[in-house]
């Protein structure tokens, strides 16, 4: 693409920014100057493409809001590693992504900057905690856009809104400059609305970082056009998709019959102890939140509540400041961690997520990948489940059990249930992100388009 016609991009973009932003709500911020300031005539994978970038991941000299009241004012002081390798790759970034506050939610209704409507059907929710950046790539303002998948904050409002949605393998994306939620199971993920631009984000951004020690060191090599899908050996569970609503099941079913139909090896498949990961992740997760986000003090970061004294600084800030859904967080993580409960909680959800684990990698020694739904329903209407947190957390029964366990996963979408955009799961072990490329693919030109 030429600089003029991508000049020209960013014009357009700029021309329908608020437009869009009124209809979706799914930026914080249009940084298209950001944007701007990095084209230049070299060649690069990304070269053209417009990006947004969910607001909890740092711009050297822009807001980085986490859409808490508490980094309101937080200008951030260095770049992130995936916005050095964006633009190493002449990806355009243009704006930051709304999203729940602190990256915990499912919804994105727990934003200080409102809530953000689904671009297929602005009653319903775009899922959370990256809804923003869902929402954006959907209604087709950005290519591409960036969000982080703690439990599932990439793939549920991927499916949500009708996108591709990845979350890679533990460590294959460098977490340096993302604001920290839950450390061992935050990854930066990538929404687009192709198999291709995902795969060539994740080459783009992905790889061993001197910043993230827990960075994996091996190249990424995308080999998927090569591949032959009916070499491939596919899981699926009956059993999952038979208690889902009717609808959603039929769906289901017809991907899995017309894999079939292409001579796909598609087996059926026990998925156990799927009850045990909404729970198990709820102790780990709030437990490494209690602890990172301590520094958000009003000391450290962001904004301050005067008060008399340092304990009251600490205390009217962190009251005033952060919303209830993350202060419910702290407070659930410091009780699992406190003295007396530790070995109770915490530790007893440590050793649950190692049976997890071994329970759903034990799969990979016969299949290459696994089908499962992403969500258990479709978009669901705002409202219908902001005050009642149980209900919440249960959106990401399916997704939780790949972050607890490391493997990639990526939801893409499968038609429409109800005129609601419906996401299928589909994961491997670890590494295999090309396999799930190339089944993505495949259903993606003969499936979808077909
Ligand atoms: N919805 C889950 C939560 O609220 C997952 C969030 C995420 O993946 N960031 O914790």
Do not use: W
Not at 46 to 62: E, Q, S, T, V
Not at 328 to 356: C, E, F, H, P
Not at 373 to 394: H, R
Not at 413 to 429: E, F, R
């Amino acid at each position: 693409m030429s600089i003029k016609n991508i000049f020209n991009k960013i014009d357009q973009f700029d021309k329908k920014y608020q437009k869009i932003n009124k209809q979706y709500n799914c930026f914080t911020n249009n940084i298209s100057d950001f944007g701007r300031k990095h084209i230049d005539d070299a060649d690069g994978l990304l070269k053209g493409k417009l990006i947004a970038i969910k607001d909890n991941i740092n711009i050297k000299d822009y807001p980085t809001t986490c859409s808490s009241k508490i980094l309101d004012n937080h200008i951030s002081l260095y770049n992130a590693t995936v916005i050095n390798r964006l633009i190493n790759e002449k990806g355009i970034i243009v704006a930051k992504s709304n999203m729940d506050e602190f990256a915990m939610g499912s919804s994105t209704e727990y934003s200080s900057h409102g809530v953000v409507s689904n671009p297929r059907d602005v009653k319903k929710v775009a899922g959370g905690s990256s809804g923003g950046s869902a929402a954006a790539v959907a209604c087709k303002a950005v290519d591409i856009a960036l969000g982080s998948d703690t439990g599932g904050s990439v793939r549920q409002p991927a499916a949500f809104c009708g996108v591709y949605g990845l979350k890679p393998t533990y460590g294959k994306i460098s977490r340096y400059g993302l604001t920290a939620f839950a450390s061992s199971l935050d990854q930066i993920g990538i929404f687009a609305n192709n198999t291709d631009d995902i795969a060539n984000t994740l080459l783009s951004i992905g790889g061993l970082d001197a910043n993230d020690s827990n960075t994996i060191d091996e190249s990424i090599i995308l080999n998927y056009n090569e591949k032959d899908i009916t070499n491939l050996k596919i899981g699926f569970s009956k059993k999952l998709i038979n208690e889902l609503p009717s609808e959603m099941s039929k769906k289901y079913f017809n991907v899995i019959n017309f894999l079939k139909d292409k001579d796909v090896s598609v087996e059926n498949v026990d998925i156990d102890l799927l009850d045990l990961a909404i729970p198990t992740y709820y102790i780990i997760a709030t437990a490494e939140a209690s602890s990172n986000l301590s520094r958000f003090d009003g000391i450290r970061y962001g904004k301050r509540i005067s008060s008399n004294n340092i304990e009251e600084i600490f205390s009217n800030t962190r009251s005033q400041l952060l919303g209830d859904e993350v202060k419910r967080r702290i407070m659930l993580g410091t009780y699992v961690l406190s003295s007396g409960y530790y070995d109770d909680y915490y530790n007893k959800a440590l050793k649950v997520r190692n049976i997890i684990t071994k329970s759903l990698i034990k799969h990979f020694l016969k299949f290459d990948a696994l089908l499962l739904p992403t969500t258990p329903t479709t978009a669901f209407s705002k409202n219908e489940k902001k005050d009642n947190p149980l209900e919440m957390y249960l959106s990401d029964i399916y997704t939780i059990p790949m972050s607890l366990s490391g493997i990639p996963s990526m939801s893409i979408p499968i038609g429409n249930v109800d005129k609601l955009p419906l996401g299928m799961q589909i994961c491997s072990n670890y590494s295999q992100e090309n396999t799930i490329f190339l089944i993505s693919k495949f259903l993606e030109d003969n499936f979808l388009k077909g």
